[in-house]
């Protein structure tokens, strides 16, 4: 029998999304095949440091904080790729030797080119977008200029820094009320799993909600809602000749699709396919493949819309790079819809990850 893959699968991490992150590395790992991986598991509690665990029950847990496990991180020194143990009596001794990361995590220092930094630094394949491309969709600013030139619809929208509020936040009010009428999203630009993310009906509202999204992010983005519109995804899964799945709808058991909503109380459902004629599904995938360029995307994304259920208007919403990821989430969902069941879909990640990998292996790095 070949050697196994030694795979790293990272989970946890610094962002308001830590305990979805673990949901989703729980799955992921009991969907690997055992005979061809082999798994090491490294958390990264809230504080952001990295801990190993040997035993699949660290999953088992809400977070990685309340742990005791072994202290690690990767030696990156001459590009090697190494976990290492950083307990005093072992000496930087080392755990694995890794092939692959899998990187299972979500929101900011998991899934916005920081982490993937580290990866390309370790001289490391790993599962889901680079650097630039994770950063782009994690930046919800950046990314709709990326999808703007890339000529697809959005909704209205408007940005402002921390610092404007913080100096005058009756005239950012101001401002908001100038371009918009009630109600509007108010969203973190860098998050996910709808973290920090409020739907204001008036100027009281809108005011708490500034304040909150400020909490996560120092720049957020005032977005106009979706009148009539059907909430749908598709997902991407590819490098060079990328693929889209079939489309699925939100139908939301709140009156937007927080994050209680998407993890917790089960309230919302989802449609695969959508209840939408097949030609404008079809327009949806392609849509999905042409905001998946136009951040550079390798890998994986899900790619969601709000379609206008009397025009057929498809408008852009984000890009998720490293989306939900148990059997349940909309992302395998959608690839099983389209005939990729969970496991498989996790082989021919790992199987995209070191096929990038290698062809930038070839590359060369001399003057």
């Known amino acids: 029998m070949p050697n196994k893959i ?9 962002s308001a999304e830590h305990e979805v992150s673990l949901m989703s590395a729980k799955s992921v790992v009991a969907a690997m095949d055992k005979e061809k991986y ?9 504080q952001g440091k990295w801990l190993y665990a040997d035993s699949q029950k660290a999953l088992e847990y809400k977070t990685v904080d309340e742990q005791s496990l072994t202290p690690t991180s990767i030696d990156f020194a001459n590009a090697r790729g190494t976990l290492v143990d950083n307990t005093a009596t072992e000496n930087n001794a080392v755990l694995a030797k890794l092939d692959v990361i899998f990187p299972v995590l979500h929101g900011p220092y998991g899934e916005d080119g920081t982490i993937q930094g580290l990866f390309e630094l370790s001289n490391l394949a ?12 994690m930046d919800k600013a950046l990314a709709k200029q990326a999808f703007k030139a890339a000529g697809l619809l959005q909704m209205d929208y408007q940005i402002f820094k921390y610092a ?3 100096a005058d936040p009756d005239l950012v009010i101001e401002k908001i009320e100038q371009q918009f009428t009630y109600p509007v999203f108010v969203k973190p630009a860098n998050m996910g799993s709808s973290v920090g993310i409020t739907k204001a009906h008036h100027k009281s509202e809108l005011s708490s909600g500034l304040k909150h999204a400020f909490e996560f992010d120092n720049k957020i983005i ?6 009539n519109c059907a909430e749908v995804e598709c997902a991407i899964l590819g490098l060079d000749q990328p693929k889209a799945s079939a489309v ?23 449609i695969i396919p959508a209840h939408l004629p097949q030609t404008v599904m079809d327009e949806v995938k392609a849509a999905a493949l042409i905001a998946f360029d136009a951040i550079d995307g390798s890998g994986l994304s899900r790619v969601d819309f709000f379609v206008n259920r009397d025009t057929h208007k498809i408008y852009i919403n984000e890009v998720n790079t490293m989306p939900g990821f148990t059997p349940i989430s909309m992302y395998s969902k ?3 819809a389209s005939g990729v069941q969970y496991s498989e879909l996790i082989d021919q990640l790992i199987e ?6 290698s062809q930038k292996a070839r590359l060369s790095n001399q003057v």
Do not use: M, P
């Open 6 to 14: 030694n795979i790293g699968v990272v989970f946890g991490g610094r």
């Open 126 to 137: 790993y599962v889901g977008c680079g650097v630039a491309s994770s950063a782009i969709a």
């Open 352 to 357: 995209l990850a070191l096929t990038r990998h």
């Open 334 to 336: 959608l690839w099983a």
């Open 38 to 46: 082999q798994v090491h598991l490294i958390g990264i509690t809230h």
């Open 222 to 227: 005032i977005e106009a809602t979706a009148e």
């Open 248 to 270: 699925g709808e939100i139908l939301a058991g709140k009156e937007f699709y927080d994050y209680e909503t998407k993890y917790f109380d089960n309230k919302s459902a989802t």
């Open 164 to 166: 404007a509020f913080l």
